[in-house]
């Protein structure tokens, strides 16, 4: 994973220790709580093995930080839950500082009108 040069250069060196592979899955399922990804996906978009995400995956389900359903994951919304993980707060702080913190104001006026075609068919 890469991050830009402005975090490499504000960045003290504890900063820039490399999060676990479950810190990794974690902060993408967090970043995109409102979705649920197949394990091979979550592995493409964050950059990590495939091998590896299922593990971290096994391990953060055993923890009750995320559920899986079929062939999908999602963040549990249990915030208490994550907020008691050690790794949540850290992988937070990182994906906040390299992407920005989310505006949930700006997600709804980006928020499409209808539903997406795929929703569509399944109500």
């Avoid at 810190?23 to 990804?37: E, I, Q, S, T």
């Avoid at 391990?59 to 907020?83: F, I, M, N, P, Q």
């Avoid at 390299?98 to 006026?109: H, K, P, S, V």
């Amino acid at each position: 994973m890469s991050i830009d040069r402005e975090t490499f250069e504000r960045a003290d060196e504890g900063e820039l220790v490399e999060l676990s592979t479950p810190d990794r899955v974690l902060g993408f399922l967090v970043a995109h709580a409102d979705r649920a990804f197949e394990a091979s996906e979550i592995a493409a978009r964050a950059e990590l093995d495939s091998g590896t995400v299922s593990t971290a995956l096994s391990r953060l389900k055993s923890r009750g930080l995320v559920e899986h359903k079929g062939t999908y994951w999602a963040v549990t919304r249990d915030e208490e839950r994550l907020s008691e993980y050690d790794g949540y707060e850290r992988a937070t702080a990182l994906f906040n500082e390299q992407f920005g913190e989310e505006d949930d104001d700006a997600w709804r006026e980006q928020a499409p009108e209808e539903p997406h075609p795929s929703v569509e068919d399944e109500q």
